[in-house]
């Protein structure tokens, strides 16, 4: 693996900086290089928010994407804003329930992330994380075994519990569907 | 929690590297208000400060969070503030007090898209000529542009240190790409970090002048301690009117920053004695140099580098050692040309130089834009 570029986009307030700051942080408890940049609007909740995370086993010296390999859109309108550069091979995850245009020609997984997080653990809020265990599953880019680790590093302490609930709710999502 | 981070590889945020580069650089005391891309390092602080024994106050503003840090400093704490450009605009004037009573302080500037509010979460680097002349008067500036998380934790602490050795502000330029940005950094042991140390003066030394770096006082150990903006002469005595008091005073606090550029211009550099093409870059657009010079080199066109970690004093020997090499001198900026402008004036025709300016959304430079206008550049020659 030389470099491997995911973005993680949806609406502002539904956690994608840090769904992308818990894979870098678990990238580099594998060893390997990984920055991650965010961008989001000036309002609280709502506006196009991305998170990008690079991952590789050389330094990084771009920090943002240009190729993407792998990207998840939590919501429509970041999916039509930023699928023109996902690589043909590349793999898009979305949250099955808020995104619905998808592109004809194009490795598609579908994840009820956020309906998931609301029945199963009572709010959405945790619907990030729900999509992070479907995509470390598929995807098998970090290890879950990291990705637990870096969830625990990342969130708050009062939420931990719960978040890992999440993460192995979409981990095991494959399997039973 | 340890009074310095323990050594080791973590991944972080800029921001908070910063903060945690001010902590090991021996700053307790810090004021500000909170903007965007700039409110981690307050958040941060708010937390870690009190562990170190040390102070976070969030002020009604930033002329008031700015005049706090000045206060502190004078009461013997190394102190620093944080904010974007509408927050630095504010700043200026006490930024002018700071350097008229050679006050050791550091301003932290995370440069977003401006003018005014402009585009609050997305980066910029127009704050540049601003960071050297924002203040009235004659004025010197020492400002550091980190490009890395590593650099963010490094910068502070020389910023810090500077501050200290110079007794003079010393602004850390950042931007809203590398202060958010999160990536690996290696914590040093605190005793391989060099960390400056304000000396008192003795009894009866003047501390605003008779030597370049005067010795500062602290209030509240003995000295009579009388701090002005207003021109004053070796004792701290207001002399408003005296054309010689001002000359002397005005002339040493630039002088002392001037005698000292060579040594603190600091650039890494790559390539320098014999590439076709160079580029001049600071701050988040550096990361696109380094891969553009690869990829021109594997294309059998011969680049290199120099990345300003100190803009100002502007590292004139640099940027000229490029220019007797390189045929071509591009400077990419998020700005409209606030470094081009200082680089031709250096290059002063050895080279062409050329600009690549893109601003707003907060979108860096790619090294594939870079690339095409390095070969369109050499093909014409």
Known sequence: ?177 | MSKVLSPGTYFMQGNKALAEGAVAAGCRFFAGYPITPASEIAEHLAVRLPHVGGIMIQMEDEIASLASVIGASWAGTKSMTATSGPGFSLMQESIGYAFMTETPCVIVDVQRAGPSTGQATKGGQGDVMQARWGTHGDYASIVLSPNSVQEMYDLTIRAFNLAEEFRTPVILLSDEVTSHMREQITVPPADHVEIRTRTPPRVGEPYFGGTLVPPMPSVGEGFDVVVTGSTHNEVGLRFTADPTVHSALVTRLVGKIEVAAQSMMDCETFNLDGCDVGFISFGCTSRAVYEAVETLEEQGISAGFVRLRTIWPFPEKYVRELAEQARVVIVPEMNLKQIYYEVQRVVDGAARVVPVNQIGGGELVTPETLCHVAKEATDKL
Do not use: W
Request: net charge positive; aromatic share 6%.
């Open chain 1, 1 to 177: 693996m030389s470099r491997t570029e995911v973005r993680i986009c949806g609406l502002g307030g539904q956690g994608v900086v840090l769904a992308g700051q818990i894979l870098g942080r678990a990238a580099v408890y594998m060893g390997k290089n990984a920055v991650q940049t965010q961008s989001y609007g000036a309002e609280a909740r709502g506006s196009a928010a991305k998170s990008e995370v690079i991952i590789s086993s050389d330094r990084i010296l771009f920090p943002k994407i240009r190729s993407c390999d792998l990207m998840v859109a939590m919501s429509q309108s970041a999916l039509d804003v930023y699928v023109h550069d996902v690589k043909e091979e590349g793999q898009l995850f979305v949250d099955s329930d808020l995104v619905t245009k998808l592109p004809p020609s194009m490795e598609v997984h579908k994840v009820a992330a956020t309906r998931i997080s609301r029945c199963e653990l009572g709010s959405a809020t945790f619907a990030n994380v729900v999509m992070l265990g479907a995509f470390t599953r598929i995807t098998r880019l970090v290890s879950s075994d990291a990705m637990e680790k870096a969830i625990s590093e990342s969130v708050a302490a009062k939420t931990k519990t719960v978040n890992h609930k999440a993460f192995q709710l979409g981990f095991v999502l494959r399997e039973s569907h």
